[in-house]
């Protein structure tokens, strides 16, 4: 008697569920489609793309700066070495060889260091501009799910979580149009080079 009673309250707590469950509106999202597709990202690609450029030519400065170091290295340290020149003026040569030699090694170490803190903080500023477009591009998913009454929202961009997505019920191009609402750019061109992991939420 226990048991059957046990079993009817179970049976009816999976019918509440399943009613519950039937009555729930899932929709879905490729949220990589909307990153790529959304003009703060290819605002953002643009402002990265002019920082790395700025770098590479900055880095080449520096570079150019050091193949000239190297050579005047060279000629002076050749030239402390000319056995038609007095002894002393070779010992005058060969000091000022070293103290070209440290110079080299200055600007080497210089364009090392240069070169790493400039692509981190670069990497690190490319990381928080994806994060803040992500957030943006949430909300806005959020917003168009709220509205239509939709109890959840799956990113269709990750295959790996997802046996079968319908794209009937499909709100990609909704929120990218309240997204792209009055872009002052080219919303058709694809993006640069941003990539959003295909596993973002």
Known sequence: MKNLRLLIVTAALMAVALSASAQSKIASVDMKK????????????????????????????MSE????????????????NDQAISADERDKRKLA???????VN?????IEQYSRQ???QLSDKSQRMISNLVTEIQKAAADKAKAGGYALVVNSANSEAYVYVSTE???TEAV??????????????????????????
């Open 34 to 61: 909307i990153f790529n597709s959304y003009y703060k990202t290819k605002l953002a690609q643009a402002v990265i793309d002019k920082e790395k450029a700025d770098l590479s030519k900055d880095i080449k400065d």
């Open 65 to 80: 700066a050091l193949t000239k170091a190297r050579a005047d290295y060279k000629q002076t340290l050749d030239q402390a």
């Open 97 to 103: 060889a070293a103290e070209k030699a440290k110079d």
């Open 106 to 110: 200055s600007k080497q170490v210089a």
């Open 118 to 120: 400039a692509e981190a």
């Open 169 to 171: 019920t499909d709100i």
């Open 176 to 201: 990218l149009a309240q997204l792209n609402a009055g872009a002052p750019i080219d919303v058709t061109k694809p993006a640069g080079s941003l990539n959003l992991s295909t596993n973002a939420p």
